[in-house]
């Protein structure tokens, strides 16, 4: 009898096999002639040879389409077995206007048509700016489309970065490591992130660098390869930084800079980086840029009567 060794790698065991290892029963059950053995991130497989061949190559698809799903079914485990395609499963398990497929197997959607320009956009530029107000998912779109190009492999690492303490980045008065003087500055895109990578992967990722989260001024002399690259809150940039910033780009790189230029917290007579950067660049080929607006807003619906209420103010004064 011959025996295989297959190792599960960048998946969590426990999810794959699903609540009582009901799953990997039913692998078992999918593979009558085979004696599978599971412990750890290893899947001992005993049987013929050319049956071992088989379910080496049907196991991997089931990885495959897990990797891509975050969740697997038993009735998608035998299509899978069954076709040995892993196309006609991701067919019905399409969802229309499905950026990618989070924990748990949850859609991640554009919302709003400004938000679908969005995806547009970055499939068209290598560089595009999302500007609108708070709530319309600027961040949380852009969050989605670095993983989406991480999981296709269109890219290595995604790096993200924002201004922390109102673009002066003063970081040495807070207690604490780097780490934990960031995280505060970081959580929104630590909050996008845990609803698309489940949560070990996503420590794996962070750990090897394969996500980096830091501070605008640590990008710094630094040139960005195969990377798709966040800017968030870019209202609070300088002239200087902003230059920096876009000046980081290097090769197979993608930069998605959002930023809402009524919030801006820089001093008085400091002109906003990104709303200089959107004059600059606005007829750069290459350089996509879409307005988001009240409209799009996906919080509560309060958050619509609140933008109104302080933009009526603002017109006054």
Same mark, same amino acid.
Do not use: C, W
């Given at each position: 009898?011959?025996?295989?060794?297959?190792?599960?790698?960048?998946?969590?065991?426990?999810?794959? @096999?699903?609540?009582?290892?009901k799953?990997?029963?039913?692998?078992?059950?999918s593979?009558?002639?085979?004696?599978?053995?599971?412990? %750890?991130?290893?899947?001992? *497989?005993?049987?013929?040879?050319?049956?071992?061949?088989?379910?080496e190559?049907?196991?991997?698809?089931?990885?495959?389409?897990?990797?891509?799903?975050?969740?697997?079914?038993? +009735?998608?485990?035998?299509t899978l077995?069954?076709?040995?395609?892993?196309?006609?499963?991701?067919?019905?398990?399409?969802?229309? %206007?499905?950026?990618?497929?989070?924990?748990?197997?949850?859609?991640?959607?554009?919302?709003?048509? +400004?938000?679908?320009?969005?995806?547009?956009?970055?499939?068209?530029?290598?560089?595009? @700016?999302a500007?609108?107000?708070a709530?319309?998912g600027?961040?949380?779109?852009?969050?989605?489309?670095? *993983?989406?190009?991480?999981?296709?492999? #269109? *890219?290595?690492?995604?790096?993200?970065?924002?201004?922390?303490?109102?673009?002066?980045? +003063?970081? %040495?008065?807070l207690?604490?490591?780097?780490?934990?003087?960031?995280?505060?500055?970081?959580q929104?895109?630590?909050?996008?992130?845990?609803? =698309?990578?489940?949560?070990?992967?996503?420590?794996?990722?962070?750990?090897?660098?394969?996500? #980096?989260?830091?501070?605008?001024?640590f990008?710094?002399? &630094?040139?960005?390869?195969?990377? @798709?690259?966040i !800017?968030?809150?870019?209202?609070?940039?300088?002239?200087?930084?902003?230059?920096?910033?876009?000046?980081? =780009?290097?090769?197979?790189?993608?930069? !998605?800079?959002?930023?809402?230029?009524? #919030?801006v917290? !820089?001093? &008085?007579?400091?002109?906003?980086?990104l709303?200089e950067?959107?004059?600059?660049?606005?007829?750069?080929?290459?350089?996509?840029?879409?307005?988001?607006?009240? +409209?799009?807003?996906?919080?509560?619906? !309060? *958050?619509?009567?609140?933008?109104?209420?302080?933009?009526?103010?603002?017109?006054?004064e």
């Open positions: 009898m011959n025996e295989k060794i297959i190792k599960i790698k960048n998946i969590d065991p426990k999810e794959l @096999f699903g609540s009582r290892n799953n990997l029963d039913f692998i078992k059950s593979f009558p002639k085979l004696k599978i053995i599971a412990r %750890g991130d290893e899947i001992k *497989v005993f049987g013929d040879e050319s049956l071992l061949i088989d379910f190559s049907k196991i991997e698809i089931i990885f495959k389409y897990f990797l891509e799903y975050n969740s697997i079914s038993e +009735n998608e485990i035998e077995v069954k076709s040995g395609s892993i196309s006609e499963v991701k067919t019905s398990k399409k969802s229309h %206007g499905a950026i990618l497929h989070g924990v748990g197997g949850k859609p991640i959607k554009a919302k709003t048509i +400004n938000q679908r320009k969005i995806v547009d956009s970055i499939s068209n530029n290598d560089m595009v @700016f500007i609108g107000p709530g319309t600027k961040t949380y779109t852009a969050v989605a489309l670095a *993983v989406k190009a991480l999981k296709d492999r #269109q *890219v290595k690492r995604i790096i993200l970065t924002r201004p922390a303490i109102e673009a002066g980045e +003063n970081l %040495g008065f207690p604490g490591d780097l780490k934990e003087k960031l995280d505060p500055y970081m929104p895109l630590y909050d996008a992130l845990r609803d =698309m990578i489940p949560a070990e992967k996503l420590n794996d990722y962070i750990e090897n660098g394969t996500i #980096q989260l830091a501070p605008l001024a990008m710094r002399g &630094r040139t960005l390869d195969n990377a @798709f690259v !800017l968030d809150e870019g209202q609070n940039t300088t002239h200087a930084q902003m230059k920096m910033f876009l000046t980081r =780009m290097g090769k197979n790189a993608k930069f !998605l800079l959002t930023g809402d230029p009524g #919030q917290d !820089l001093p &008085r007579r400091v002109t906003s980086g709303k950067a959107l004059l600059i660049l606005k007829d750069v080929k290459g350089v996509g840029i879409v307005f988001l607006d009240d +409209n799009d807003v996906i919080r509560h619906k !309060l *958050v619509k009567d609140v933008i109104e209420a302080y933009k009526n103010i603002e017109n006054l």
